[in-house]
């Protein structure tokens, strides 16, 4: 089954997040447990390089490999996508609205 991946991260106002650690990521979910597993599978081969404390943001977002988590949407979304992102979270929240409206409105 494929997810519709509505991702976030590439809205109009984007910002790239860094783990205490140093490495950049599109978003402060994916740095948190269980989905920074994820990251790290996914940059195993230069996990050195998605760090700040080895090149500039820039570089390391202009660099195609970090393309590979928005590769991911087209096939396979990582599960943190999935999770947060995904055409059927949009709904749910959109339901949530409505339901929040009956009882404030
Ligand atoms: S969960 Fe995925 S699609 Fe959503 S903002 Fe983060 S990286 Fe982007």
Redesign the pocket.
Known sequence: MSVN?I????STDPADYITAEGFV???C??GNQPFIKEYFKLFADCLDEMSIHSRTLKEITEDPRYQR?AET?KTQ??E??Q???SQQKKEQAQGQDRYVNIFTN
């Open positions: 991946i991702p976030k991260c590439q990521m599109p978003c979910w994916m988590i949407w979304p990582l943190v996508c999770k947060m992102c």
